[in-house]
C-alpha cells in the first residue's frame, strides 16, 4: 500500500498523565487526551547545523531533519525517545511530570546519547521497539545504507546483544513492524520477547523469484550471548512463518503475506494474550487484505515444534530428524526447565545448533485457520490495526479499528456465527478521518476515555469510539446496528454501561433481531434476563410516528421482459398506462421491514409531452417538450445510489388504470417523500469525519 513508504508517526497513549505524545519532524508533542487540540507543550528538536549539513552534501536531501520514531515510557518522570538526527541516530532522556495538572515538558538537547540500534537512520525505513524495564529491545538497521538489520538490546545494565550479522538464515532483508513483551510462566527468568516483521524468505524455492513471508520471532530476555560462540549475539533467537491464508480447493490458498501491523489484545491472563495481525497481498494478480488472529498456545507450539533444516542433493527444507541438543534451542535458563543459570553455560552444541537452525518448520496458523476479515477488490489496503474488548448485555466482543492508506478507519465487530468457536465479522461504519487521504501510520486506543487516536504522516485526529446516535432514532434501527458499544433505552440509542438496572434498555450484539426487542407497546424484559425473547413483543417497532407502516397484502412489482430488476432498482423497459402509480421501495433485515423511498410515476402520453396535457388535470402538465425531460428523469433514476446490502424490493400501493400508451412513451421522474437510509447502506457509507456529530477533533502539528 501507499504507506509502504510514508514516515510512521510515533504515538505514545499515557492514561495516567493523561497526555498524547507525538514525535514528529523537529518536533515532540504533549497533547490532551480528552482534546487533541489543545496543544499546549511542544519540543523542537532539531539536528545540530554540522549533521544537516553533511546529509545534504550526501544528496539526501528532505530527510535531512530529526524525525521522532521512538518514544517510550521510561520511568515516573522521564519518556525515552529517539530520531534519525538528520542520518545520524539520537536519543534523549524527556521530563514529562508525573501527573497532566503538571507543566513539565522538556528535553536537554547537549545530553543526548547515539542512537544507533534504536533508531534507524532513514525516516522510511521500519523499525519497532519495545521498552521493558530499563532495557530497549529494538528492530532496526543499524547502518548508513539500510543493509545490516538486526535485533538489538541496548540500555540497562547488561552488554548489549544482537542477532548474527549478515546471515540471512537469521534475518533476509527484514521490515520490522512490532515488539512485545510476554511473560511465559510465574518465573520473570521464562520471559520471552516476541518481534514481528516480514522478510524475504530464503525457504523459497529457488527460480521463483524473491517472496514475502510474515515472521514472529523470539528471544529470551535473561539472554546474555554464549561464551565462547555467538559472544554477545542471541542465542534463543528462533523465528517461525506467520500464516494468514484463506484455504483453498487441492490446497491452493490464497496467503496474504505483506505483515502491515499487529495488535496485543491483552487478556485476564497476561501470559495469553490474544495476537491481531494485519496482513496485505504482495501479489500482482490478488489484491487484498486481511486481519488474522493467534492465540499464544499456537505460537509457543510452533516453537516447540520441528526445526527447519536444509540438505539433500537439491538442498530442500525440510523437518530435522535428527537428535536436538540439550537444553533445547530456544529454552530460556530459568528453573523452570533446567539447571542452568545463565545462556553462558550451555553447552557448545546447544549454541552451535542455535546458530544453524533458527528456523522452525511448522508455521503459526491462524485461529479458525482463515482470516478473521478480509476486504478484496477495493481501492484501499489495510495499514494499522487497535482493538477493543467490550462488555455487552450478552457476552464480551472485540471491536476492530482497522485503518487504511487512504485515510479511512473501519470500524469490525466480531460475532459468533453458529457458537462462540467460530466467529463472522460485522463492518458497522466507515469514517473518513484524514480529507487529504493520508495514509493511516499510527492507532491508539483508549479504552478509558473511549476515544480513538489516529496519526498520518502530516496530522493526527481523534475519534469517539461509539457514535450511537448515528444509528437512528428508532429501537429496531438501534438493534440492528450490532453496536456493542450501544443500546436502546426506551427513548434513544445511546452508550451502553454495564452493570446499571435500566427497565427499558435493549441490545442483542449476536443476533440483532428488533422483532424480539421491539415491541409497539411497554418495553419487555431487558436483554439477558430469563424472560428475554420469551415475552418480547413481536411486532416490528421502529418506525417512526412520522412515517407510516408498511402495508399489508401490497403486491410485488412482478418482473418480466418488460420489467427488469437490477442493483439499482426496478427498470420499465417499456412504459404502460396501467404501470402509473405510487410505488415503495423497502428493506428487509431480519424479518423488520423499513420503507426507503416512495415514488409517484406519472405516465405521460406523446400529446401531454408535447405540452398539451389535459384541462383540470395539473398533475399531467407537461414541463419543456420533447425526450429532453425523459432523459433528464432517467438519468436521475439511474444516477441514484444502490439501496445498501439488506433484501431490496419495490411494491406498488396503487395504480391509475388508463388506456395504453403509444409506443416510445416517456416515463415520469421519481417523486416524492424519500424515507430513512436502511442501517446496511448507512454503515457502508463513508462518513465525513469532522462534519459528522462528534466527528474527529484534528491536530496538525507536522
Known amino acids: 500500500?501507499?504507506?509502504?513508504?510514508?514516515?510512521?508517526?510515533?504515538?505514545?497513549?499515557?492514561?495516567?498523565?493523561?497526555?498524547?505524545?507525538?514525535?514528529?519532524?523537529n518536533h515532540l508533542l504533549s497533547l490532551a487526551l480528552d482534546d487533541i487540540s489543545q496543544r499546549d507543550r511542544k519540543i523542537y528538536w532539531p539536528a545540530p547545523v554540522e549533521w544537516r549539513e553533511e546529509c545534504n552534501w550526501a544528496g539526501?536531501?528532505?530527510?535531512?531533519?530529526?524525525?521522532?520514531?521512538?518514544?517510550?515510557?521510561?520511568?515516573?518522570?522521564?519518556l525515552y525517545a529517539c530520531g534519525t538526527g538528520a542520518f545520524h541516530p539520537v536519543c534523549a532522556f524527556v521530563e514529562a511530570g508525573q501527573h497532566a495538572e503538571e507543566p513539565i515538558f522538556k528535553l536537554d538537547p547537549r545530553r543526548t546519547e547515539d542512537g544507533?540500534?534504536?533508531?534507524?537512520?532513514?525516516?522510511?525505513?521500519?523499525?519497532?521497539s519495545v521498552l521493558v524495564g530499563e532495557e530497549l529491545y529494538s528492530g532496526v538497521a543499524t547502518d548508513l545504507m539500510g543493509r545490516d538489520f538486526t535485533i538489538f538490546r541496548s540500555l540497562g545494565r547488561r552488554p548489549s546483544i544482537r542477532t548474527e550479522q549478515h546471515d540471512s538464515r537469521w534475518l533476509n532483508e527484514p521490515k520490522f513492524v512490532a515488539v512485545f513483551w510476554v511473560p511465559e510462566s510465574e518465573d520473570p527468568d521464562d520471559d520471552k520477547i516476541y518481534f514481528f516483521f516480514r522478510e524475504t524468505a530464503v525457504e523459497r524455492q529457488q527460480g521463483l523469484g524473491k517472496t514475502s513471508f510474515a515472521r514472529i520471532g523470539q528471544i529470551c530476555r535473561n539472554d546474555v550471548g554464549g561464551q565462547r560462540s555467538l559472544v554477545n549475539?542471541?542465542?534463543?533467537?528462533?523465528?517461525?512463518?506467520?500464516?494468514c491464508a484463506v484455504p483453498g480447493p487441492d490446497g491452493a490458498d490464497t496467503h496474504f503475506d505483506e505483515l502491515r501491523d499487529v495488535f496485543l489484545l491483552q487478556t485476564r491472563d497476561k501470559r495469553n494474550p490474544l495476537v491481531y495481525a494485519v496482513f496485505s497481498t504482495s501479489s500482482s494478480v490478488f489484491q487484498g487484505s486481511a486481519v488474522c488472529v493467534y492465540t499464544m498456545a499456537d505460537i509457543r507450539r510452533a516453537f516447540l515444534g520441528p526445526f527447519a533444516h536444509k540438505e539433500g542433493p537439491n538442498y530442500q527444507w525440510v523437518s530435522y530428524q535428527g537428535r536436538v541438543p540439550y537444553p533445547r534451542p530456544g529454552m530460556c535458563p530459568s528453573k523452570t526447565f533446567g539447571t542452568f543459570g545463565s545462556t553462558k553455560d550451555f553447552p557448545d552444541?546447544?549454541?552451535?545448533?542455535?546458530?544453524?537452525?533458527?528456523?522452525?518448520?511448522?508455521?503459526?496458523?491462524?485461529?479458525?485457520?482463515?482470516?478473521?476479515?478480509?476486504?478484496?477488490?477495493?481501492?484501499?489496503?489495510?495499514?494499522?490495526?487497535?482493538?477493543?474488548?467490550?462488555?455487552?448485555?450478552?457476552?464480551?466482543?472485540?471491536?476492530l479499528f482497522i485503518g487504511t492508506d487512504v485515510g479511512t478507519v473501519l470500524k469490525v465487530v466480531s460475532v459468533p456465527k453458529e457458537s462462540w468457536h467460530r466467529m463472522e465479522p460485522l463492518l458497522l461504519e466507515e469514517l473518513q478521518v484524514f480529507q487529504d487521504a493520508s495514509p493511516i501510520?499510527?492507532?491508539?486506543?483508549?479504552?478509558?476515555?473511549?476515544?480513538?487516536?489516529?496519526?498520518?504522516?502530516?496530522?493526527?485526529?481523534?475519534l469517539p469510539l461509539h457514535r450511537c446516535g448515528a444509528y437512528g432514532k428508532a429501537c429496531a434501527e438501534c438493534c440492528l446496528a450490532r453496536d456493542p458499544y450501544c443500546a436502546w433505552d426506551g427513548t434513544a440509542c445511546t452508550r451502553y454501561v454495564p452493570n446499571t438496572k435500566r427497565r427499558f434498555r435493549r441490545q442483542d450484539v449476536r443476533n440483532g433481531d428488533p422483532n424480539v426487542l421491539c415491541s409497539e407497546g411497554e418495553p419487555g424484559p431487558e436483554v439477558g434476563s430469563p424472560r428475554a425473547g420469551a415475552t418480547g413483543g413481536t411486532a416490528p417497532c421502529g418506525v417512526p410516528p412520522s412515517r407510516p407502516p408498511v402495508p399489508r397484502g401490497v403486491p410485488q412489482v412482478p418482473t418480466d421482459e418488460r420489467v427488469v430488476r437490477t442493483e439499482r432498482g426496478v427498470l420499465l423497459r417499456s412504459v404502460q398506462r396501467a404501470d402509473a402509480g405510487l410505488y415503495?421501495?423497502?428493506?428487509?433485515?431480519?424479518?423488520?421491514?423499513?420503507?426507503?423511498?416512495?415514488?409517484?410515476?406519472?405516465?405521460?402520453?406523446?400529446?401531454?409531452?408535447?405540452?398539451?396535457?389535459?384541462?383540470?388535470?395539473?398533475?399531467?402538465?407537461?414541463?419543456?417538450?420533447?425526450?429532453k425531460v425523459w432523459y433528464r428523469d432517467f438519468l436521475q433514476l439511474v444516477e441514484r445510489p444502490p439501496l445498501g446490502a439488506a433484501d431490496r424490493g419495490c411494491q406498488r400501493l396503487w395504480s391509475r388504470g388508463r388506456p395504453p400508451p403509444p409506443p416510445r412513451a416517456p416515463a415520469g421522474a421519481p417523486g416524492r417523500g424519500q424515507g430513512a437510509e436502511p442501517?446496511?447502506?448507512?454503515?457502508?457509507?463513508?462518513?465525513?469525519?469532522?462534519?459528522a456529530e462528534r466527528g474527529p477533533r484534528s491536530a496538525s502539528p507536522w
Not at 374 to 399: K, S
Open 441 to 462: 501510520t499510527s492507532l491508539q486506543l483508549s479504552s478509558k476515555r473511549q476515544q480513538l487516536y489516529a496519526g498520518s504522516a502530516t496530522a493526527l485526529a481523534q
Open 233 to 243: 549475539k542471541w542465542t534463543t533467537f528462533l523465528k517461525a512463518r506467520l500464516v
Open 584 to 627: 415503495l421501495c423497502h428493506a428487509t433485515e431480519h424479518g423488520f421491514t423499513q420503507p426507503l423511498l416512495r415514488l409517484s410515476l406519472e405516465v405521460i402520453g406523446a400529446r401531454q409531452a408535447a405540452g398539451k396535457a389535459p384541462a383540470g388535470d395539473p398533475q399531467l402538465a407537461a414541463g419543456p417538450p420533447g425526450r
Open 679 to 691: 442501517r446496511k447502506a448507512r454503515r457502508r457509507r463513508t462518513h465525513e469525519g469532522p462534519r
Open 116 to 128: 544507533k540500534g534504536k533508531s534507524p537512520y532513514d525516516p522510511r525505513h521500519a523499525a519497532a
Open 349 to 399: 552444541e546447544v549454541i552451535q545448533f542455535a546458530r544453524h537452525h533458527p528456523l522452525m518448520y511448522n508455521p503459526v496458523l491462524p485461529h479458525g485457520q482463515r482470516p478473521l476479515f478480509l476486504q478484496a477488490a477495493v481501492p484501499y489496503t489495510f495499514t494499522r490495526i487497535a482493538v477493543d474488548r467490550v462488555t455487552a448485555a450478552d457476552g464480551h466482543y472485540d471491536v
Open 60 to 78: 539526501k536531501d528532505i530527510t535531512c531533519m530529526n524525525f521522532v520514531k521512538i518514544l517510550h515510557p521510561y520511568n515516573r518522570t522521564h
Open 1 to 25: 500500500g501507499r504507506a509502504a513508504g510514508s514516515p510512521r508517526a510515533a504515538l505514545l497513549l499515557d492514561e495516567e498523565r493523561g497526555r498524547l505524545f507525538a514525535g514528529a519532524q
